[in-house]
């Protein structure tokens, strides 16, 4: 069995795979396409091994060229199209795709960035007749079956590596403590080619459900039109989105009686915003959840009935999923004690494509670093306190980000905050927050920082609050605190 047999496995033929506007693509047509895209690919000369680009937008075509490449044994590399050509240049450079799949109407815009001799498989295969081909294949299991880049800015990108068994390993897990059938129906918003995104196409696939494509998020309530009328059981989502959707759209005041479960990963958000998502959904399950790419996706979940006694926890490993505390020594954390996060777990990566020094330092021993501080409750319940690169030392003090931007967040006219450092003389660093709010002329800044003045300490206190159209985001829809840092330098 190959990677993308087991994704299909429980797919019945005549049952709903993907919905995308008016179209509708069975079971039985989604292994079809794949299987044309996959002759397509052998007539190439791609095989197991080869590495292979995706670049596009969530589409059939997205999903049946990444199913294609794990029948084949090959390996899936996708390229955010939402990154600018010399991104996905340098990107290129680290994966060396021989193969690519690419929308048609993508391909003059990011050509350049392939060089000459990388085969080219576009969108337009599918539009007309041709032969397809999905024969009986055994692929090695622990051999690599993606390439996932991480969201950080480095010079050089990090390709993790993601094996057949970690892919498997984590969508079985995700499917159990979802409790997924085939009556679930995800409304896919987020991107294919971020780790999130990609967890939903498998476990929803693997449990024979259905994916709706959601399209893009430019016009809020057109998206929220479409989540109504596909009758979407599942939303996940970033917390960027979450904002939007509380605080600027009819997201709370819709009759969404389909909507049963809301995964929330990606980053932390803020429990005043929790509080609202659980009144706004009030048929839903929210599941707060936490994870890495080098952990092919999940790490971890939140039972919806325990977000009263436990808001702000991201909860206890999935199943096949160990995480620890540890401080500096090695040594479990007792509750209060801030530590950082370990994982065990057969979804853990081998590791960084051609990087054995960052693998190093990232996997010791096979475990995973994930670089977040954290402390426990004496349940071993796990609590976020911030990355270690996320601090502001100010006035001799360190000040995690999260905390100023959730006493901003309590203020229902913000619709999303970042706190960064900028330069200070005297200080070493001064707190900065950018917000976006919902209606910027009746909105005073100083409200922020006297509501700040009450609810915290006065070192915590941001020194300044600057209103931004729109908060810069990268590829996966997370802030991007280092553009933000650049402009305020």
Not at 41 to 52: E, H, I, K, N, Q
Not at 225 to 240: H, K, Q, S
Not at 384 to 410: M, N, P, W
Request: hydrophobic content about 40%; overall charge neutral.
């Amino acid at each position: 069995m190959t990677t993308a047999d087991y994704l299909l496995e429980a797919g019945s033929d005549g049952r709903p795979a993907l919905v995308t506007g008016p179209t509708t693509l069975s079971y039985a047509e989604l292994r079809s396409v794949s299987g044309r895209l996959l002759a397509a690919l052998t007539r190439l000369g791609a095989g197991p091994g080869s590495r292979v680009g995706i670049l596009g937008a969530n589409s059939p075509f997205w999903v049946a060229a990444y199913l294609a490449i794990l029948k084949l044994g090959a390996v899936a590399v996708p390229f955010p199209n939402s990154r600018t050509p010399e991104d996905v240049q340098a990107m290129q450079a680290v994966a060396g795709c021989r193969y690519l799949c690419v929308d048609e109407r993508l391909l003059g815009r990011f050509r350049v960035g392939f060089g000459g001799e990388v085969q080219v498989v576009t969108d337009a295969l599918l539009r007309a007749p041709g032969p397809s081909d999905w024969p009986s294949l055994t692929i090695d299991p622990d051999a690599d079956a993606a390439l996932m880049f991480t969201s950080g800015t480095t010079a050089r990108p990090k390709a993790v590596r993601i094996t057949g068994r970690n892919l498997r390993a984590n969508t079985d897990s995700i499917i159990a403590y979802l409790s997924l059938t085939e009556r679930d129906r995800i409304f896919a918003l987020l991107p294919f080619d971020y780790c999130f995104g990609t967890s939903l196409l498998h476990s929803h696939l693997r449990s024979g459900g259905t994916v709706v494509l959601g399209g893009g998020f430019l016009y809020p309530e057109v998206t929220l039109d479409w989540l109504e009328a596909t009758t979407a059981t599942g939303l996940a989502g970033v917390p960027t989105l979450f904002q939007t959707l509380l605080r600027r759209t009819t997201f709370a005041r819709r009759r969404l009686t389909a909507l049963n479960k809301i995964q929330q990963a990606g980053g932390r958000l803020a429990s005043p915003l929790i509080r609202e998502l659980v009144t706004a959904a009030p048929g839903a399950e929210i599941f707060v959840m936490y994870g890495q790419t080098e952990a092919t996706a999940r790490l971890s979940y939140l039972p919806p009935a325990l977000l009263d006694t436990r808001l702000g926890s991201i909860g206890r490993g999935i199943p096949g999923v160990t995480l620890s505390v540890l401080d500096a020594s090695g040594a479990p954390v007792q509750p209060g004690q801030v530590g950082e996060i370990w994982a065990e777990g057969e979804n853990i990566s081998p590791g960084y494509l051609d990087d054995p020094e960052a693998t190093a330092a990232k996997f010791p021993g096979g475990r995973l670093r994930t670089g977040d501080l954290a402390t426990v409750d004496a349940d071993c319940f796990i609590f976020i306190h911030s990355r270690e690169t996320d601090f502001i030392k100010t006035a001799g003090y360190r000040v995690g980000a999260q905390q100023v931007e959730d006493c901003v967040l309590e203020l229902e006219q913000v619709v999303s905050a970042a706190a960064v450092g900028i330069d200070d003389v005297t200080l070493g660093e001064a707190i900065r927050v950018y917000v976006t709010v919902r209606d910027a002329a009746t909105f005073e800044t100083h409200a922020v920082v006297q509501h700040c003045a009450r609810r915290l300490a006065r070192y915590m206190v941001p020194r300044d609050v600057v209103v931004l159209e729109r908060m810069p985001v990268n590829s996966n829809g997370k802030v991007d605190k280092a553009e933000l840092r650049r402009c305020a330098a």
